[in-house]
């Protein structure tokens, strides 16, 4: 094997460590919105089992917030797919572009949620009234 087969094979091996751990990382977001999901339906399922009438609210916004993670999760994985065959292609051309474009996406949107979730935290902890 010449050098340069080499070092396509070991460009193209990396480009698929850095998929997989895409898909490690959407596969995490994902478990933690069902997570989310599933602890607020358990959660509202208490009151009913402990009192007769329960006089707690009802909150969907958890419910909201973990089905949106699970759907940034998919996406994640979604992208990292398109992603990883982009970057095979171009390796295999020789024209390599280094973008950070879906890591900005993917920052943004996992930061967005996080303060989402941040805010229902403290709006949950602290309620008004």
């Known amino acids: 094997m010449d050098n340069e087969n080499k070092n396509l094979a070991n460009d193209q091996?990396?480009?698929?460590?850095?998929?997989?751990?895409?898909?490690?990382?959407?596969?995490?977001?994902?478990v933690f919105g069902f997570v989310i999901v599933k602890f607020s339906l358990f959660v509202n399922q208490i009151p009913s089992t402990?009192?007769?009438e329960p006089d707690l609210p009802k909150n969907g916004s958890t419910i909201l917030i973990g089905i949106a993670?699970?759907?940034?999760?998919?996406?994640?994985?979604?992208?990292?797919?398109?992603?990883?065959?982009q970057s095979s292609k171009?390796?295999?051309?020789g024209k390599y572009l280094y973008s950070t474009m879906m890591l900005t996406v993917i920052t943004?949107?996992?930061?967005?949620?996080?303060?989402i979730i941040i805010a229902y935290l403290i709006i949950s902890a602290y309620p008004a009234g």
């Open 69 to 85: 993670l699970v759907i940034t999760g998919a996406i994640t994985i979604l992208l990292s797919y398109f992603r990883y065959r």
């Open 90 to 93: 171009l390796l295999e051309q």
């Open 108 to 115: 943004v949107v996992i930061f967005v949620m996080s303060m």
């Open 50 to 52: 402990f009192f007769k």
């Open 13 to 30: 091996m990396a480009n698929e460590r850095t998929f997989l751990s895409w898909i490690r990382t959407g596969i995490g977001i994902m």
